[in-house]
């Protein structure tokens, strides 16, 4: 009778080459996963994967061809670099607490990018960062296609400074000193001080706009998303050519503002309620 209970080992017998070869799949499976995750946007591809991780090429082949077609790695813009797709960062989401907001914004995200036509992203905080953790694409030829789960540099971008400016003043001052200020374009805010004058301007108004600072030729617009409490929990972003930016800006920073409502409406957010709960409690 074979062993069982707690002390029962989990190697397959000897012979049992099928049982075998599962779990090296599996192993290979977690391997190339872990390996996406830690690469970034940029990539790799198949062979380069194959190569770092010491397996047979055609093995490689066959797990990424099939974690692709599952969503958990997706291909790079130029078809052959493989890296984390959509849903390996909706398994991490869940793992850190927000599959609330990717699961309640999800229709709201789809609805904004089918009336506008651009690219609508949920992002999401954690740690001292925050990354896209969803997507819908839109309907114009020309679009974006930024990669989930990599951290967004947050004095450059939308998502970044929005999440910037929700910070307590001591937890900004905190970030702000351990924070490098790459310039990615010439009108990137390399400087501290502006940064902070940009994010009181974000306060006021209430949704942050980033005006060609990551990439030139692109405007990026993010409202905030709040939980019940009042908490800053995500932000819907879109980003999109200047050109159209500037054709509809007006309109397009409304609907970007009322999709966040509504999903933070659906978290269980009341206009007001958090001022409420704090003066009770002062």
């Known amino acids: 009778m074979p062993a069982t209970g707690p002390g029962a080992s989990m190697t397959p017998a000897a012979g049992d080459g099928e049982g075998i070869?599962?779990?090296r799949t599996v192993a290979r499976v977690v391997a190339i996963l872990e390996l996406a995750a830690a690469e970034g946007s940029e990539g790799l591809t198949a062979s380069e994967i194959?190569?770092?991780l010491d397996i047979p090429a055609s093995s490689a082949h066959s797990?990424?061809?099939?974690?692709?077609?599952?969503?958990?790695?997706?291909?790079?813009?130029?078809g052959r670099h493989y890296r984390g797709g959509p849903n390996l960062v909706r398994l991490a989401v869940r793992l850190v607490g927000g599959l609330d907001a990717v699961a309640l914004s999800r229709p709201v995200v789809s609805q904004l990018a089918a009336e506008t036509g651009e690219d609508v992203y949920l992002a999401l905080p954690y740690g001292n960062s925050i990354s896209y953790a969803d997507r819908a694409e839109g309907f114009h030829s020309l679009r974006l296609r930024i990669g989930l789960g990599e951290p967004r540099p947050l004095h450059a971008t939308a998502a970044g400074k929005l999440y910037l400016a929700q910070l307590d003043d001591a937890r900004?001052?905190?970030v702000l000193r351990g924070a490098t200020f790459a310039a990615y374009t010439p009108k990137t805010i390399t400087d501290a001080r502006r940064l902070r004058a940009d994010l009181r301007e974000i306060r006021a108004r209430g949704f942050a706009k980033t005006l060609e600072e990551h990439l030139e030729g692109v405007i990026g617009i993010a409202a905030p998303v709040c939980n019940a409490h009042g908490d800053f929990s995500a932000a819907i972003t879109m980003a999109l050519p200047k050109a159209r930016f500037e054709r509809n800006q007006e309109t397009l920073v409304a609907r970007v503002l009322l999709a966040a409502r509504t999903v933070s409406e659906r978290l269980g957010w009341r206009e007001g309620a958090a001022a409420a709960a704090a003066r009770t409690t002062t």
């Open 172 to 174: 900004l001052e905190s």
């Open 50 to 52: 194959a190569s770092r």
């Open 63 to 78: 797990v990424v061809r099939r974690l692709n077609a599952l969503g958990y790695l997706e291909t790079a813009a130029d």
């Open 21 to 23: 070869s599962a779990l």
